[in-house]
């Protein structure tokens, strides 16, 4: 009814003769109260998205989906921003993490949310899976491409799955395993040497 986002404080506040754990277990347990980030919630229905928009946005994540097996949330929430401006604009209060899981309430039964990544429903990418897929795609990866990606993605290099599926071969140059090959004497004469 508050038609806004609320703090924890700001619900117990409004409802103290419910303990706060009590408040915290039913925003947590029920899909309709939106999580915003730090603690704020909204209900769902205090979001505007409309159901062509919804079936817009169905499609953008879809074409990212047969891109790239994935989007990030946020390249969704930069693609709604550019393609439907009354979104923001009746959502100004609403955070982009708020938005994104606004998205994943509608669109639940259509892909897999798993934090900022969105995929195929049934196949929830985690952020290494992200990282290993990518490094699968290419035959050279460098550091400055997975910054790129890192910033895509708004998270950090995830480094092991780049290990498991390349090998470094300069400060900024990561290439295959299998198309690395050693000059075993040699390296052997460069070990002796210490």
Known sequence: KQGT??????????????????????LAMNAEFISTGRGHYIHIDNVYLGEENLREISGIIQDGINNKEFISGNELTDSIAKLFPEICEKNSDLPTLGLRNAIAYYLKDQFSFNGNIISKYGRGLTMNDVFATYCKKHAIVTLDELNVLKNELGTVIYFDP?????????????????????????????????
């Not at 986002?5 to 700001?10: G, P, R, T």
């Not at 780049?162 to 075993?184: A, C, H, M, P, W």
């Open 5 to 26: 986002l609320m703090s924890f404080e700001e619900i117990e506040e409004a409802i103290p003769h419910i303990p706060i754990a009590k408040i915290k277990q039913v």
């Open 162 to 194: 780049v290990y498991e599926n390349k090998l470094r071969i300069s400060e900024n140059e990561f290439v295959g395993k299998e198309t690395v090959q050693f000059d075993i004497d040699r390296v052997d004469a460069a070990i002796e040497r210490f």
